[in-house]
């Protein structure tokens, strides 16, 4: 199927695969799937800024369906996600002036993938790293991580100023409460430097960010995974509409594309939502953590596969791995929520 915008031909299955899984994944993970997106339609060999643009235009339309779902669950911590989208909206314009520079030099694709790569791979890691640590307290119940005693410190952080003074209204305090989040106090300038942080590389690598911040929210902040997962979903949809907002106009993103793997991923994101309320938070990490580590594999090989004709079938590789590995995972989801209904009946 051709493709104008993007000026490409892709098979539209693979997209409509693409747009299953990413929605499934997205409503259990709570991330947008960009490093999904945009690595999957890298490999499918669409042009970077192209990945990048309507990666972005997916990642906010599958965020709204799943954030939805999350927010009815009680998953959404609206204040926190303010916080951070204020650092998050103008880091983002930052990265998509960078990224144009970069696309003018050349080297917007080996720059994105090497940068996909390093993230996706040290998270895929240090998550499985992680699952296996605390394997132990976890049997004696409750959600624990080996970052516990790093989440307090941070959460306890005191960073001056400590009130901002307004003429004629009293100071205001520059630390607040999240009482959907279990933290009773924290400054406001950890979450806003997160946004910015989270912005930058969702503005540079065509993703909500989410892949990045449901760990962070997680390991460094200390919130709940479920509601990391319905909050991550929530600034991902500022970041994916901020960013597909900047990338059309520079037309750099292909409606017709956006709007196949958008119906596709309606279908399994109530699915994947549905199940993470019933699926223990260790399982979805450690499932989260496999998934994001195939994608680096997969990108890690499309870029091998460019450097010489005789590495091409690389690429068919890195499709296989993308597509195979996710899908796998998808339907480990669906086996979990199954598994739980049956039990909880």
């Not at 926190?80 to 030099?105: F, H, R, W, Y």
């Not at 970052?147 to 004629?168: D, E, F, M, W, Y």
């Not at 910015?196 to 590389?201: A, K, N, Q, V």
């Not at 991550?232 to 990338?247: A, N, P, R």
């Amino acid at each position: 199927m051709f493709f104008p915008n993007a000026d490409i031909i892709v098979n539209p299955l693979l997209l409509v695969l693409l747009g299953v899984i990413v929605g499934t994944l997205g409503g259990f993970f709570g991330v947008g799937g960009g490093f999904l997106i945009t690595g999957g339609l890298l490999v499918f060999g669409v042009p970077p800024l192209f990945a990048v643009g309507t990666g972005l235009t997916l990642v906010m339309g599958s965020s709204i369906i799943n954030m939805l779902k999350h927010r009815g669950m009680g998953n959404v911590d609206f204040k926190l996600g303010l916080i951070m989208v204020c650092g998050t909206v103008p880091a983002e314009i930052l990265a998509e002036n960078l990224n144009s520079k970069l696309d003018q030099a050349g080297i917007a694709g080996p720059v994105i993938s090497c940068v996909f790569i390093v993230f996706l791979t040290t998270l895929g890691i240090f998550i499985i790293y992680d699952f296996l640590k605390t394997s132990k307290q976890r049997k004696d119940g409750g959600e624990s991580v080996s970052t516990a005693n790093l989440a307090l410190r941070v959460q306890t952080l005191r960073i001056p100023p400590h009130s901002i003074k307004i003429p004629g209204l009293r100071p205001f305090s520059t630390y607040v409460t999240l009482p959907l989040s279990r933290i009773e106090s924290i400054s406001v300038f950890i979450p806003l430097t997160i946004g910015f942080g989270i912005g930058f590389l969702a503005g540079l690598l065509g993703a909500g960010g989410g892949f990045i911040l449901m760990p962070l929210l997680v390991y460094v902040v200390g919130i709940p995974t479920t509601v990391a997962i319905g909050t991550d979903l929530f600034q991902i949809i500022i970041t994916g509409s901020v960013g597909t907002f900047l990338y059309a106009l520079g037309n750099h993103v292909d409606p017709l594309m956006a709007i196949v793997m958008l119906i596709a991923a309606s279908l399994g994101s109530q699915l994947g939502a549905s199940a993470t309320k019933l699926v223990d938070p260790s399982r979805i990490r450690v499932l989260f953590g496999i998934t994001v580590l195939s994608g680096s594999v997969a990108i890690g090989l499309k870029q091998i596969s460019s450097f010489t004709d005789e590495l091409g079938f690389l690429s068919h590789i890195a499709s296989i791995v993308l597509l195979g590995v996710s899908g796998l995972i998808a339907l480990i989801i669906c086996f979990l929520l199954v598994k739980a209904n049956l039990t909880k009946n």
